[in-house]
């Protein structure tokens, strides 16, 4: 079934990609054609490949709007978030000292846990081991981690651990560490191990998460903040400028533009309007369909009735919607099995774009094939802490090459660690600790040192592409290929002709191959690069722009030359043995009485698990 008032996607001849002409970008004018030509080769503006994909096989690019279109200003934004549910928080009982608390952007970071039971912000692995334990603003050194957890490992239990994985979810992480810091530190209360008292009263800390979780829900539902940010959109929300042109080149494409959010019409409405500088409901033209309040990921399992909004009251039509889906109006609640036979696409057709990991990214991934981008926007100052640390990440690898030569060395009277085996366990657990400082308090989103976190694995298990904007999109032509790199295991990339040694001896001399072996980027489009991109996308040839990105790279080989295969895996990535819980040493150090004041990790890791995605509590807020 075809929408109505659909264009016909021009194609090429079978087995061609069709390349877009710099002079056919109808609609586009001539101050975007020369951003488009000549933008900065910047690292924050790639977009980075978990899974192969041909831009010129999308059909539908679906759009996430907060977080994703609609970018809200960090930390001003979260700032107001938490001091609104501090307030919240105060007015149903909580003490008033708890204002004096101040937000501090860089302590959370999304995709921790929180341990209801004992009141902890745990950072974990893919695999359930424990990076960070922290109570409070307290880093528990590995003695106190392992009383509480004695294999400083976690499986998700949904009635204990909830997983902080959206960014509306930072300022809820950090009310978390003040109120277990200030019963903590409040001289009325007696402290246990799962939360306070004060004479017959026990403030648990799973009651203090449900009150801050009913704190959070009543402000989203209550209607002041999302008043507060429809008053002050520019101190707020980022217009960015590129957003307008991107769905004017998807149109011009051939392609279709859509929209799903939780948000309600009004405020879907107030906030397209100021980014695409399109009022009385103009904006609805960029998109072939548009659905509000879809209540993701409720929408991509069961849905709700599918009804027409009225867009001049904003209220609901009469009956469930049975028709044809209309360019220029806007649709409530449905469900993705609904929406796709409506819309006429199949998985593999659709590109949806949003933030949210599990809401936008898994279950439309799990449960209708479609391909997905991940908007990460934390990736531009992860990018940039790695670019410019990247030397110290290095000394950590050789660091940890150095010590297994040590170990190799010992033989069969191995009588306990030798001098040199402690003085380099030492340096690399402090060469860790340094190294997650430069991103922040908690360290990065993606690793812990050389180990990649819970949030980094879902990223690559779940996100065919991510990047930290989706108007990075705008950098590449409409017939690119996404070409994800091999993936080896360790038996196949420790030996034969990808081992180490082997291609560096076969190495070509290519400045361009050279530029990603060092970490490089991949081109902004300019008349030169598209002439490459139509050569590899019309004959067999290698494809140089498809390094991992550093944030989640772990080996890099050649890779194989572009094919017309959707190649649409589960890459396997080559995998040290600290992922499988065994022992490993890049952890920050205990360094004594210091290890509380600077957070520090065990040296061994206890304990293996693969964690299923769908055992997590994933809460969808009305975003």
Known sequence: MELKGESTRATGTAGTARIPSFNSFNGID????????????????????????????????????????????????????????????????????????????????????????????????????????????????????????????????????????????????????????????????????????????????????????????????????????????????????????LLERIKSAGSHAFLVTNS?????????????DAPDHAW?????????????????????????????????????????????????????????????????????IGDHIFGDILKSKKTQGWRTFLVVPELAHELEVWTEEKAMFQRLDDLNSYLTELYRNLGDNYQGPTADITATQERIQAT??????????????????????????????????????????IHYPFSYLFKAPSQLLPHESSTGPFSQTTLMSNRVASPEIDLLSEGGLSPIMTPETERKSRRRANTEGPCYDCALPPPLKSMTSECDSGSDDDDDRLNTTSRGADDGGTTTDDEPADLGNRGQEYGIHD???????????DDQIFRSHSK
């Open 30 to 245: 001539a101050e975007l054609e020369e951003t488009y030509v000549n933008m900065d080769d910047q690292p924050r503006n790639r977009v980075f490949v978990n899974r192969s994909l041909h831009l010129d096989r999308i059909k539908f690019f679906g759009f996430d709007m907060d977080y994703t279109l609609a970018m809200y200003k960090s930390p001003t934004f979260e700032i107001m978030q938490f001091n609104r549910i501090i307030q919240r928080l105060i007015s149903i009982g909580y003490p008033e000292n708890l204002s004096n608390y101040k937000y501090d952007f860089r302590f959370p970071i999304r995709g921790v846990w929180f341990d209801a039971l004992y009141g902890n912000l745990l950072k974990v692995d893919g695999y359930g081991n424990i990076l960070n334990c922290v109570h409070g603003f307290e880093f528990l050194s590995r003695y106190e981690t392992k009383r509480i957890y004695p294999n400083k490992f976690v499986t998700l239990d949904r009635r204990r651990y909830s997983v902080l994985n959206t960014l509306f979810n930072l300022p809820e992480a950090y009310v978390c560490a003040c109120l277990v810091d200030f019963f903590k530190a409040s001289t009325e209360y007696e402290h246990h191990d799962h939360g306070v008292m004060s004479g017959d009263m026990l403030i648990s800390y799973a009651s203090m998460y449900q009150d801050i979780r009913s704190a959070v829900d009543f402000l989203h539902d209550e209607g002041s903040m999302k008043n507060h940010t429809l008053q002050n959109l520019s101190k707020f929300i980022e217009k960015d400028d590129m957003i307008k042109p």
């Open 264 to 276: 309600e019409y009004e405020y879907t409405d107030k906030i397209m309007a100021y980014l695409l």
């Open 284 to 352: 609805v033209s960029y998109f072939d369909v548009v659905v509000v309040n879809a209540r993701k990921p409720l929408f991509f399992g069961e849905g709700t009735a599918l009804r027409e909004v009225n867009m001049n009251t904003g209220s609901l039509k009469i009956g469930q919607f049975k028709g044809d889906l209309e360019p220029g109006k806007v649709y409530s609640g449905g469900s993705s099995t609904e929406f796709t036979r409506l819309l006429g696409a199949q998985g593999k057709d659709v590109l949806y």
């Open 432 to 473: 860790a600790w340094v190294m997650d400082q430069k991103y922040g308090k908690m360290g990065s989103v993606f690793r812990s040192g050389s180990r990649q976190t819970f949030f980094a694995s879902q990223v690559s298990r779940f996100a065919d592409l991510y990047s930290s904007s989706c108007t990075n999109l």
């Open 603 to 613: 040296d061994v890791v206890m304990g293996v698990g693969i964690i299923d995605m």
